[in-house]
């Protein structure tokens, strides 16, 4: 009998022998349950971030996300670090949630800022104005057309005529 130590894998071969491994037996139900969990918290992530954006969309349209200089949205993401902490020692769900929201509260920020840093932000709309695009109207938004000027020619039919004098009407 010999009494050879064996040598160890390297992390090679490690990989090969799981590799192989799981494609002769399938996923496990560890893995299957990981990929649920991770689903789940993908899931949960991207509601918290989607129901947060169309918060701070709407508050921004509507009243202005900056009040007494201070970045509304930068108070939530500081908000969201706070309570990711705070909250994860006995609420992990509800950290992940806070952190989720705080997260995407500082993106808010940060592609609020620098575009009007880098000149995004001239002509900007001011508050109640309207670019005439409404996502939650069903009626379609009024275009101003400013048909080309054109002299009367010898070709130009009288339909026509009638149809530049009725879009040039529009622009009064």
Not at 74 to 87: K, Q, S
Not at 153 to 170: G, M, N, P, V, Y
Request: glycine letters at 14%.
């Amino acid at each position: 009998m010999s009494d050879e130590v064996a040598k160890p894998k390297s992390w090679v071969q490690e990989f090969v022998t799981r590799a192989q491994g799981h494609a002769a037996v399938g996923p496990s139900e560890r893995t299957l349950q990981a990929y649920a969990r991770e689903a789940g918290s993908t899931l949960g992530e991207y509601a918290t971030s989607g129901l947060l954006g169309l918060l701070l969309g709407a508050a921004h349209a509507k009243v202005g996300l900056d009040k007494a200089g201070v970045p509304i949205d930068g108070v939530l993401a500081a908000a969201g670090a706070i309570g990711a902490v705070a909250l994860s020692g006995h609420y992990p769900r509800a950290a992940a949630c806070a952190r989720a929201g705080g997260s995407f509260a500082l993106g808010f920020l940060a592609a609020r800022k620098s575009y009007s840093f880098f000149g995004g932000g001239q002509g900007q709309l001011q508050q109640g104005e309207s670019n005439g695009v409404s996502l939650l109207s069903d009626s379609p938004p009024v275009r101003r057309i400013s048909a080309p000027v054109r002299t009367k020619s010898a070709t130009a039919s009288t339909a026509e005529d009638r149809i530049l004098k009725a879009a040039a009407s529009l622009g009064d």
